[in-house]
Every structure is written in C-alpha cells, then in structure tokens.
C-alpha cells in the first residue's frame, strides 16, 4: 500500500502526517477547555523526600476528586479520592515524594466526579517542569452504541498534535488533528459510532514525544467466576510479580494490589482476552514492608483474593527494611531535623498510605520539644514497628509535621539508642567515649549494618576502616577507603557531601569534573569531546559561571548590521518544541504580530546588545534556562564572551538572529497582566446573606530568571458595608508564557449595608509592583439592597473636599450621633439629616455627602482622620416634602479607628474630636458639625 505524507500548516507550525490510501485524510476535532474547577500546586518545583500539597477548588457540585500522580516515565505512582469539599468549594491532597523519586517532569490528573471534567497540572521533581505531552481518558469503558468517548490532552502550548487511534491489534483506526489552547490543554471527543466493543488506544504525539491512553467500548462487569493468583509465593524488594487472572471474555477488572496495613499500592484497570485471560506484572518497591501482602481483582460485585509474602532485606537489630547504605554517621545527623530515643506509644491508619506513630519521648539527641510524646508520620509504609518497640528515630521536618525515616533503627538492651549513634561524643557530652567531638567510632558493635563503611569489631579487616582529615573529608586513598558508594548516581554522593575528588564510578566509568563543578561519570571514549567543549577547564574562556538566574534573548536582525566580529551559524532543521525553536518562532510571532515578546509599557525602546544592533524591547523575546539547559545550549553553539556579554548569531531559514545570555543573581519584575473574567460593565445586585465569585486570570510572558509569583488581595471600598472580599489561593505560581487562575469570592453577611461598593484586586509580581490592579482591567461593583449610592470610605492619607453654593432658606442639615462619649469597642453610629421647615416643596439631584472626623487644631488647621463619601448614581430627583426631617443616604457606622492603608487600622487617640460633613446637590450646599470625645 502506497503511504502519502499531509502537510499540515497552522498556528502551531509545520509538521507531516504519514497517510495511506485506506485511512484516507485525518480528521481535524474541535479542542476546548473549560473546566468546572482549578487546581494548583503550594510549589512547581519539588526535591526528592518532599511533601507538594494539591488545592482544588470547584465552582460546581462535584463532591469528590481523583488524583493521579504519573511519574516521568509514564508510571501511575500515586492514587487517591478526596471526598468532599468546604463551603467555599475547596479542598486539598497532599503526596509525599519518594527520596528515590524520577527526576524530570511528574502529571498530576483530577477527575472531578460526578461532573467527568478533568484537570491536569505539571511539577517538576530536582528540575523546573516542562510541558509534556499527556492524555487521560474520562472513563476506562464506554458503552457501546451510546457514549462518545472524551480525552484531555496537555502539552506545549499552540503546539499541533497528531491523535492516532489503535485498536487491539496495534493497527491504526483513525487519524485526527488538534491544536493544542493557549493554556496548553484540549478537551476533545471521540465519535465512537461504529466501534465494535473491545479494548483501543489512543495515541497522542508532537513529532517528539507521545503518550497513550487505553479505554474500552461495551466491556462488562463480570457475572461469572474470577479467579486471581501469582507465579510464587513468596519475593523480595525488587521482584516483579506476574499476576494471572481467568475470568469470562472480555471484562473490565480492577486489579487492587495491597500492603500488609491493607493499605492499597497500586491499582491496575484490565481487561481480558478473547479467551477470558488477564496477564500483569507488578514490581515490588525497594522500600516494601515484609508481611503478607494481597492482590484482590474484581469486576462488578465479582471478585477473588489471593496472598503472597513479601520478605524485605532485613537489618540483623531491626524490623525495618534495609535503607540505602551510608557510610558518613554526619550526614544523618546534618540531614535530620530531631533525633531522639523513643518508645512506640499507639499506631493508626491514616490513610491508605500514611500511618501515624505516637512516639513517647525518652530522651532527645538533637532538637527538643516542650512535651514529651510526639507524633510522627510514615507516609510510605516502610515500618512494621509493634506498639511497645524501643527504637533510636531519625525525624525530618514536612511543613508542620515529622516524617520518620528509613534509618530509623529498634533498640535493644544491649544496643541503646545512643549505642546506634556511631559517633565517638555528642554535642553537650563529656569527652571519653573514644575520640574527639563527632568523630568515628568504628568498632562499636551495634553500629547499624546501613553504615557499609565502617566496620564491626568481629571483621577482620580492620585495616581498611575509613577515617577522615582534619579538615573533615575523607581519604582518597582507595586502600584504605573502600568504595560503599556503587549504587549512588555522582551527583548523588556530591550532594551527600562526598569531596568530588573521591566520587566512585562504576568499573567501565570514569570520574570527570563539569566546569561547573558537578561530577559525572563517562565513558572514556568521551572525554576528548567533553574536554572540546570546556568541561575539565574552569579557566576555559568558553565556559560559563552561571548565577542563580539565568536568560536567553533573541532578536531578529538586520543581516547589513552583523559585523566582523559576529560569527554567523547556518542552521537546517531544528527540532520542534526545543530551545532555539521557540527562540526563533517566539521572535517571528512577535515580528508578525501573533505573538508578544514584551508587555506594552508605552513607547518601545532599543534594547541594549553588544554589537549596538537594533531591537525593540516589544520584539525581543526571552526565556528562562536552567542550567542544565544553559549548558546543553551552550555546548552546541560557538559563543563570543566579552566581560559580561556572550552572544551568537545564527541564519535560520531566510532569517537571521542575535542571541544573548544573561545569568544574575536577583530577577526582575516579570511581564504579566491580569483580567477578571466575565465581570458586567453595571452593578451586580447581591442580596444580604448572599455571595459571588469570580475568575482572575494572569497572563506571563517574559519571566527573567524565573517562575512568576503572583501575590493577590482584594478589597472593597467601605469599611461599614457589612460585605467580605477574599481571593483564594492568594499565591500563584506561573511558568515563563503560561497562565494561572485564582477565585475572587464576595460574601454579603446577613445585616450588610445597603450601597453600592467598589472591589478592587491588586497584584504584586516577586514583590514588586507589576501593574496589576482594576485600573488597567475591569473589577466588579456590587449593589446591595438596590441602592442608589455609591460608598466608600478613607483613612488619614487622604485629603478631599466639595464645594457648593449656600444653603437655601428654611432648609439646614443635622448630623446626629448615637453618644456623645465613645469607649473602646463602641460603634459610632452617623446619621445625617436635610431639614425642610418651608412649606414649600424642595426638588433637585443630589450630587454627594462628605463626612470627616478631624482632630481639631488652632483655627485654620485640622488633620484628616477618617472619611465617609457617597456620590448619587440616578437620574431620578430628590424629594424635600414642606416640613420634613429627611434621612441621607443611609446609618454609617464606624469602629473609632484611622488607617492610611487599608488594613492597618489602630484606634483614634483618646480626646476631643470634631465630625464635620458637607452635603451638595445641584447649585445647592449644607454644612453642619459635632464635637465628640473618644475615651
């Protein structure tokens, strides 16, 4: 069969699809997304050992979420369903990051039930996060004949994706095209009209990487006999067990595999074969607890158990599995936050995953604590400690909470807790116990067997203990030193505080030094071309010593302003989605004006570059390396480094390019606007007990160095509207040219005041001030109580008066407080009046009442010290009946206090004060005032 090649052309770029005569033309699917709630993240960024929090919050009904935590390599790690949510609609999940995690970029998917809709968010474990391609299907089966089936797809952003769909036989059904949002998501739908039933996936790729997902059309739960069993009976850390299952033709299985606790590890959805079978493999983790473990499948209210025994590397004192080895007492004592000797006081389940220990203190080794239990948390299922056990415990601070560690040992009659410790003398002990402070005691006996570099006393190679300098590092001296590092990566023993110049590599490696000063281990035959590109030289003039902060610029140039000293590098095809891609692209959208290089700050100005070329500021366009990246980027170009400038030139297509690095230590304030999304241009009426809420966008483009963070708050205009305003969460965290969302809730309280009031959010970017506030987007105006006043109120910062003509005859205005002496917690209650003693009738439109409390000074002085101002907002006339005492605008009340900002409030000094006010309508004014005394 002849294949065919589609050129496809669009937003996202170039790229080709391979077609055959019997597919015909790929198909192009609509792609959205919106979403019924949000989700984000306490951090992007995470180290191994950590704890990230996930806060969801729904604008709907749906009243649980699941959480899928996918590690780079495309492995379901993490399960959970958080059932329910606050008043608000929030709720939180929390996983602990392995100490062994992947590093690279994890997926997080929601799935809101019982709404279907689906989020997912990135984070990146020891680097910053990329936007890799994922896909997640809403539901694993489908019925025949009646669903359609939904997917939501994440990637680079405007980036177009091939979807191709299999079936069971690995052959392509179908090709679709989409276009990824702005946002980097799409939610789109399969037409699964004439899909027989089985088991399909589908395919999603960008022409560098893919991802799957499998669903099934008309599988059913099964009403027959499952049966479930394993190829032993027994295995340990590290083993793969094969799971068999037989049941009927073609039916979904859920396929549970659970701890000792009950607690589940994994969860597997399958389904069988034509011929009823099921096959699955599962590894058991390095850190499996030793018990009886069990594997449940079922399908429906089917379902069969079988167990097996898992037996975990045992330390000869302790019925914990053996943690990595170590070989340096000082890294757990440097590492660990509390070290104590304690007693196994009560142990419960908290979730499937986490258990809590109560720990009766004995005594502390390092840190202390005013009570003498504490509880502790196992976040992995690593301990099968029994109420009762003696043990020495490492503790590591999580946020607000303690997590035990691996090394973690039991403690016997003959083994104490300081026993295990095998360092000579402790901080606040005498010396005597063998040697100076913190130094080796390497014959002791109870030393923990996880402490491979140190030697018992019965070992007969005494000679080979290791000792250390004066100066605290170890001997290089591989006779003397044996090497207990073999299965630590480089970076890994560097980080553990091993000197670079003892750093082991396994046999067919070698040790060479980055010119960042980062160990690694190659291949030999690798070395000329390492040492090429500078990596053994720290004097090379072509290597690079980053700061904390590092940036790329690219700006298209004029080819007549290169001169001699730029040499120019002619590139062919460049990968789609790299670095110099989106350099290259990025630059011509903003020249094309599909892109923005830089926010709009007025007039656009020449950025300064070494060669004096011009570019605007609005057509150059950044973006923010690590230094893994900087380094890779670095070695693949020639660069010119020139005091602080380095730079290249290169011809891509007809095009030609300036390319600039820039590394510093402190970041600039980031390019990022805000909107509050779908806000009316009128007042919105809320009633008393009431609320709303509202989406706030922002929008990064230029981040300089690093993620944006976006600091909000909101306030509203009158101190005595009885009404709350709040944004949640209060801190975004936003990648280089994406976006995030928070919510803006209004809650009117059941005795709020009438009046019409301003909300305002305001938006600060890594603390500075980024323009992020209503006047540059539209922020909402609330009317309570279908009021015709619009209020607000104001501190001692603000100097305000009205004019306006006399008072017409027989007419005077009144301010009436509730008490003439004001304790502290006493309201003041400020009522104005309009007197009308004529007989005639008074018409005209108001204009606005000022009311000031003033410290009163000699004559022709005051000081401001609280405000109230509300202006009319109707065209309809007020109305003075003859003989009438009429009530303005409505009671204010105020809580004795001055502020300049807004919620810095302190109350007014005790003494006299004046209360002056000012009403205005048409060519008409009245005055009146009243003396008052804070007490």
Known sequence: MKSRLLIIIGIAGIFLVPINSAQGLPSFLDCKYDSSFVISTNKLEFTQGETFVLNVKTIQNDTSFEVLVINPKGQEVFADVVDGTDKFGYTQARFHIPDDALQGTWSIFVTAKPSQQQQVIFIGVDETPQSIISIKSSYVNYEYKVDDASFLVAGEPNTGIQINVLDHNNEKTNIYIITLTPEGKCNFTLDLDGYKPGVYAVEVTDHNDKAIATFTVGLQPSTGQIDVSTDSAKYSSGETVLISVESGPMIKLQISIMGPLGNVIEKILATTDQNGRLSESFTIPQNATEGTWSIKSASGSNFDITEFTVIAQIDSLSKIRMPPSISDPMYLWNDKDLILDGNIFSIRGVSENVTAFDIKINKFFKGESASDMITV????????????????????????????????????????????????????????????????????????????????????????????????????????????????????????????????????????????????????????????????????????????????????????????????????????????????????????????????????????????????????????????????????????????????????????????????????????????VDIPLQPVSLESGGNLNYTIQVDAWATYGTSAQIDLSAVQSAKDSGMDVWIEPETLII????????????????????????????????????????????????????????????????????????????????????????????????????????????????????????????????????????????????????????????????????????????????????MIAKFVGENHAWNDDVMFEIK
């Not at 003397?480 to 890994?492: F, I, M």
């Not at 008066?801 to 005859?809: C, F, L, M, Y």
């Open 377 to 676: 948390f196992d976040y992995d299922s690593k301990f099968l400690f029994p109420v009762g056990q003696d043990a020495l415990i490492y503790l590591k601070k999580i946020e607000n909470s303690y997590e035990i560690s691996p090394y973690t040992v039991e403690t016997t009659i003959n083994c104490s807790a300081r026993d295990r410790i095998p360092l000579s003398t402790l901080p606040g002990e005498p010396i005597g116990r063998g040697g100076p402070t913190l130094e080796f005691v390497p014959d002791h006996p109870c030393i923990p067997s996880y402490y491979t570099g140190i030697l018992s006393n019965n070992d007969s190679s005494t000679d080979t203990v290791p000792y250390r300098t004066p100066g605290g590092s170890f001997s290089p001296d591989k006779t003397v030193y044996p090497t207990p590092w073999e299965d630590r990566p480089p970076l890994k023993q560097f980080k553990d505080g091993i000197d670079s110049k003892v750093i082991h590599c396994n046999d067919d490696l070698v040790l060479v030094q980055k010119y960042n000063g980062f160990p690694a281990c190659v291949r030999e035959q690798t070395i000329p071309k390492l040492i090429e590109r500078g990596w053994n030289n720290k004097n090379s003039e072509n290597t690079v010593g980053w700061k904390k902060y590092i940036m790329i610029e690219s700006s298209r140039i004029d080819k007549s302003r290169i001169t001699d000293r730029l040499t120019i590098h002619h590139l062919g095809e460049i990968q789609h989605g790299s670095i110099l891609n989106k350099l290259f692209v990025g630059v011509d959208g903003c020249k094309n004006k599909t892109d923005l290089c830089a926010l709009p700050r007025g007039i656009s100005l020449d950025k300064t570059n070494p060669l004096n070329i011009p570019a605007h500021d609005s057509d150059t366009f950044s973006v923010t390396l690590n230094e893994k990246q900087a380094n890779y980027l670095f070695s693949q170009l020639e660069w010119i480094i020139e005091e602080n400038w380095i730079y290249t030139a290169i011809q891509w297509k007809e095009n030609y390019y300036l390319l600039v690095f820039s590394t510093f230590d402190q970041t600039r304030t980031p390019d990022v606007k805000m909107k509050l």
């Open 735 to 914: 990648p280089e040219r994406s976006n995030a969302t928070a919510t803006l809730f209004i809650q009117a309280s059941d005795d709020a005041n009438a009046g019409i009031y301003d909300v305002r959010v305001i938006g600060y970017a890594n603390g500075n001030n980024a323009g992020l506030h209503c006047s540059n987007t539209i922020c909402p105006t609330i009317n309570i109580g279908n009021s015709n006043w619009s209020i607000r109120t104001f501190g001692s910062g603000t100097n305000m008066a009205i004019g306006g003509i006399s008072q017409p005859d027989n007419t005077w205005m009144e301010i009436e407080l509730n008490k003439n002496e004001f304790f502290e917690d006493d309201i003041v209650e400020i009522k104005t009046y309009l007197v009308n003693n004529s007989t005639d009738t008074l018409t005209f439109i108001p204009d606005q009442i000022l009311i000031k409390v003033i410290k009163a000074q000699p004559v022709g002085y005051y000081e401001n010290l609280y405000g109230i101002n509300a202006r009319y907002e109707s065209d309809e006339p007020f109305i003075l009946e003859p003989n009438s005492k009429t009530l303005l605008v409505r009671p204010f009340y105020w809580n004795q206090m001055t502020f300049q900002n807004f919620d810095d409030e302190q109350r007014l000094e005790p003494r006299q004060h004046k």
